[in-house]
T-cell receptor, first 112, second 114 residues
Framework: DVKVTQSSRYLVKRTGEKVFLECVQDMDHENMFWYRQDPGLGLRLIYFSYDVKMKEKGDIPEGYSVSREKKERFSLILESASTNQTSMYLC???????????FGEGSWLTVV | AQSVSQHNHHVILSEAASLELGCNYSYGGTVNLFWYVQYPGQHLQLLLKYFSGDPLVKGIKGFEAEFIKSKFSFNLRKPSVQWSDTAEYFCAVADSGGYNKLIFGAGTRLAVHP
């Protein structure tokens, strides 16, 4: 069974903290994505990666960075968390020439 | 840049009414098109997808969508909704000729009253 696993389902962090959200996929997919989901705004792409050590900005990269040192793992980093980054974060992966995208279950982040 | 517009943010229907949710996208190349659904408290599920061939696509739970290339549209339809269709619906586009990244619309919240 294919899987995208987000290690943390619920997190509460303080303003200014550095936050790591981890995502692992076991399907040998080239592409991995980080989205945030907010009411009325849908899912917005933060960053994606099409290969190890390669990354591209999505629509809302400000305040975030990413790391992809291994093909199966894609990390989202909030260098200094702010309250406006309170959101649901979704990781996803797919093949560059594939037709199905797989989502993780999401990480609920609250910044206080 | 790619973008996806969903025209209706909130839709309220009575059971047995017909449903049509609008979706337009902007991208000049070859695209794959998707509709996802998110039921209250649950994560995203794929309703249907279009890659090529017959522009009328049938999905799960009686949903269908029609790809009209000239209008850059991919509207979702269901002839008769049920209370259990209450959910949020997301249209999405992937640039199949590029990196195949998925861009979502803002979503439409559907409430179906018994």
């Amino acid at each position: 069974d294919v899987k995208v696993t987000q290690s943390s389902r619920y997190l509460v962090k303080r303003t200014g903290e550095k936050v790591f959200l981890e995502c692992v996929q076991d399907m040998d997919h080239e592409n991995m994505f980080w989205y945030r989901q907010d009411p009325g705004l849908g899912l917005r792409l933060i960053y994606f990666s099409y290969d190890v050590k390669m990354k591209e900005k999505g629509d809302i990269p400000e305040g975030y960075s990413v790391s992809r040192e291994k093909k199966e793992r894609f990390s989202l980093i909030l260098e200094s968390a702010s309250t406006n980054q309170t959101s649901m974060y979704l990781c996803a992966s797919n093949r560059v020439r594939g037709n199905t995208i797989y989502f993780g279950e999401g990480s609920w982040l609250t910044v206080v | 840049a790619q973008s996806v517009s969903q025209h209706n943010h909130h839709v309220i229907l009575s059971e047995a009414a017909s449903l049509e949710l609008g979706c337009n996208y902007s991208y000049g190349g070859t695209v794959n098109l998707f509709w996802y659904v998110q039921y209250p408290g649950q994560h995203l599920q794929l309703l249907l997808k279009y890659f090529s061939g017959d522009p009328l696509v049938k999905g799960i739970k009686g949903f269908e969508a029609e790809f009209i290339k000239s209008k850059f549209s991919f509207n979702l339809r269901k002839p008769s909704v049920q209370w259990s269709d209450t959910a949020e619906y997301f249209c999405a586009v992937a640039d199949s000729g590029g990196y195949n990244k998925l861009i979502f619309g803002a979503g439409t919240r559907l409430a179906v009253h018994p």
